[in-house]
């Protein structure tokens, strides 16, 4: 490079014309000729670098080495006494304790976080190693110190290895990985927050294995522990084997559950007979529009199971489940734009549970939510949501029926409106009232089991929420 | 692009002067028209991709998609007898149970992290989201493995927005926040390790609002937790309300807050009642000199607060203030380069106080700092640091009146001695005197709270202090 | 620029050769005159660009801001009757308790983690601040949300200055750091989890002090806490010495400890005396080649120790060593490639100690063990594990003598077989068979000192293993 630098800097010193000498056309052809090399190999490095950078650029965009993702939200929620509000959330009736939830907006009390740190290793033939790491924490506590509430934990460990050049037919374009992880397949819905299904916990699976051309499936084996049986000096641990496919837009999802020392009657759970094995499917529709009525997306199904996977959302995850319990589940959510101000996403989830904890129990609950946007300006719209549950619950011993209804008004700002529902941070405030019916005031599922039951308390609340929400 | 690299090769192949036929001057001409074009092309490519790659630099530099910032110090601290120190620190004096903090140099035994995660995202229209996280530990343990120690903990997880496109007028470079923080604003007297005020907690606000040319409002709300009351099954909340005013140099800042449900007694803190309310008020001034008579800096100010604003640096963060507790302390501090080699930077703190945790008690205290630098090298300094506080405590049952001393000297390296007080990181190795008046040995202003309450124990004692300390 | 390109616009526009006339030879000749200026000032913008381009790329690479490193293993372990195996590790035999470690492989059940966010600030002079923090976490249970089993904990937060200017002479390359780390130069056996040594705790120290051509040494000082005196009010630290010396290929490495106020007894450690003092000393061989008999690696080497450096891995870090403890271990291992398919790596450790935690106790332990991995494609290869250990333990009351056999078999994927034992990710399942002497079943070398002390149970167990590991 130096030498060649020299040389510029010596022709420049050059008489390339003089007033002496008049050039002749050889001179001139051969001066033309000596410019078109060098403009030649300029161009070539111009080009080349401009694939380099772009290249580094593209790599740093699309697969980098280091990436920082998160969720978090974080707020204050006060009551019309200006005290905090406790108990609120989108579990906070007496069919939370198994699982149905109700809008979130405006209920929400926690300063919770999930924060993943992501290590990309590539070589050169495209195979691609993939380390994640997530720390999660969720308080109540709004000071900014918070070592004696803090449940900072690590809830994903695991790595993925992609592309790998030896793996061909089915597997060419496979998935593979181990450790503690949420399965990458889980879905939610964002208004409840409730995921359809989540299946997590430490294993090993595959991804992405191409039965046929419209038809991928996933293969897992995940472990869950529900304790500790202290006689064995042993962990009860739940094995849950999974088949997940993708056959066009539709999702077909098998598992099976086995764990052998849950058999037993703790003191906490008196259950006829915990199970030891489970059954659980997922069917589900993912739509590219909203209901085929218009733009959008919404997602549809159905899940069943028995035994342990009577537990239709967190698969395998509740060992406190009879030996008889059965359990189905229905679901339905979409996003639309109605028009340029305003767009809306009903969500729809229903359950009926029967011998469930207890022999005899039965459990029939429905939630209907309603979020819709008003955009304003670009960066500010009113949000608002409707919830409503209805809930029959008998614990094989008490029984009440009755419903809960919410609604809340969310002044809302946002880097872009028009982003649409999933587009994050917003900053909000958010006025709610919450009522239901008197029967469900003092009502516990776990009555039988737990000697002091969180209940509901009195409905007809007002609360006042300020909170930032954001995803990346 | 592979079009126009073809194009170039097969032009390269093409006979473009030869021995056969002689070139006309129309030939020539074309020639240069030609070479002309292509390097008019690669000029504005050249420039291009000049203009992108600084882009990307800056956006790199001034704005990156993933920030990494923290402080820490860690570092071990050994008595006279080789053994390790306990309870010395900038709060260990008897009025340090109240907020008084003597100079830091040499006195820190524990190992305290902030480790801040931030996460930037701009639309090209300049509107920018910023995601802070803040993990921050502190152990005194000198172990490698503190599981059992471990303080780990969310202490800030927020959301800003800033630069939004429709924020116009007295808003058109407000910075709209909500989630869990530190107060953009606070400010510290590092040499004492104290904040002249430290707003924090969980709420809501809107920075930079401006007022008139020269007058900049910051609002906000801020949650806090006191505790909780079991008989009603609420949390003990306080919210602050805040206006912070910068006026110029000025800084005019008002604090009022409200925590419905304190006016309680504990069995650990009999306050004669305690406050539901508080006000609180900080007026500093922030001059760019060091008290006008040299480059450098200073800021000087007062605070003074009643009920619950009378813990004047962390506002609002204590409950156990009485109904009637009024406090007032005045700030000084400064650096300034006296010469090539020295470098000066004194500080001063004092505050009364009285009613504050029972009726009749009263505080006096009073901290005069002096640190100072000689630059030997570009990497190595002597530090020294010379550290009084006075104190006339009485909590309403016992009193005592003394003073506390403390000369540190501290041979340190660092990057740049030249880049002054506040230039991290620093390796130091520090020896320390600290006495202090026999009154004071056996008092403590929690005596009728606590019942084994800490006290300062015998003076007279020689520190060693192996640390580093570093922000980025 | 923008007039610069207005220029360049208004030039395109000019009519730079027409039909109505004919360019003159000084007419072309200035035109090439001009062309060559311009080619010139463009090839040296494209010059420093790809300079600019370089430099930006190779701070990227060799000393980037912010660096992400880790490692971590997660998975589940199975016995043969489909439970949660318990207990196992590699230190699961009855020598286990005094650091003997066998054959990792398909024997750990953990998730375990070491996160490193690493900090790099480099002033223009090569002088650069080194920032390290380590988060660690380990954790049995398989489920995703272990806020309740986390030993998440600050494992390393300290500070490096590299480069100084001012240092010269044998400090011209010398680094020097203080806060709480791992030292720089332990190293491990990777195929048992035992470091060779590790040294860790806080303090300061300098590396790589360049004593003559062939020979660098380190010195350090490092606290550690052995726990607390409660009458004295006082932590009981350790504070150890140490210079290590590389010559040539030698490692010699002296430490020297002092614990001032260990000589007292607890209930749970009744040591005959607990030592106040401790020396250790490592001789370590590190060879290129494997055993000079193939390419790879070999490293060979004695530790010997007494009183509290009878610890011999973890130097300084027992405080329940008495005072005549005396301990002297051997180890050897290496890596090396039999051919393109086959690669080895044998490991060999044994110890001899006594008078270690009561007068007349003796203890000998010898492991041996061997991994092989047969690559079967670039994805694939099959790694077996083999391991031995004799034990012969004497807690001077009670004594049992006998072996533990363990053998491995492990299918494996991974991004490059060929790249050797070291490289990671991992996944891999893997299938354990491991025995013992049934005179170790209830052997405890703690059985003095812990009423309820863990031991080896019944031997004859299948373990069944999937998991991954990893560092970067």
Known sequence: MKIKALTFAIAALLPVSSAWAAPTMADLEQRINDLQARLEHNEQAQQEQAKQVAQEQEQA???????FKGYARSGL???EDHQGATGTGPY??????????????GLEDTNYLEANFIHNRQLDNGANARFHLMLADGVETSNDWTAEESDLNVRQVYSELTGLPTFSGAFAN?????GKRFDRDNFDIHFMDSDVVFLAGTGAGVYDVQLSDDWKANFSIYGRDFGSVESAGTDIENYIATMNNHIGQWQVMFSAMDSKDNDRVTAK????????????????????????????????????GSGLGAELKSIGSDGNLNDDAKAVRLFSFGTTDINETWSIAPAFMAEYSKDRILNHDKYKWATANVRLSQAFTENFEMVYEGSYQYMDLDNSQTSATGSYYKATIAPTLKLSTAAGF?????????????????????????????????TMG????TLFALQMETWF
Chains 1, 2, 3 share one sequence.
């Open 61 to 67: 965009d699309n697969n980098p080495l280091f990436e």
């Open 77 to 79: 929620l006060v009551n």
């Open 92 to 105: 906070m009736t007496a069919a939370g304790a198994i699982g149905a939830p109700v809008g979130r907006l």
């Open 174 to 178: 496979a998935t593979v990985w181990a």
């Open 269 to 304: 759970a008196p259950a006829s007979k915990r199970a030891n094995h489970g059954l659980h499917a997922l069917f589900a529709y993912h739509a590219n529009s909203f209901y085929g009525i218009n733009p959008g997306m919404s997602k549809t199904g159905m899940l069943i």
């Open 422 to 454: 999933f587009d994050r941070p917003e900053l909000r405030f958010a006025v709610s009232y919450v009522d239901w019916s008197s029967d469900l005031d003092n009502y516990a599922i776990s009555t039988q089991t737990d000697p002091k039951p969180a």
């Open 458 to 461: 009195n409905g007809g609340e």
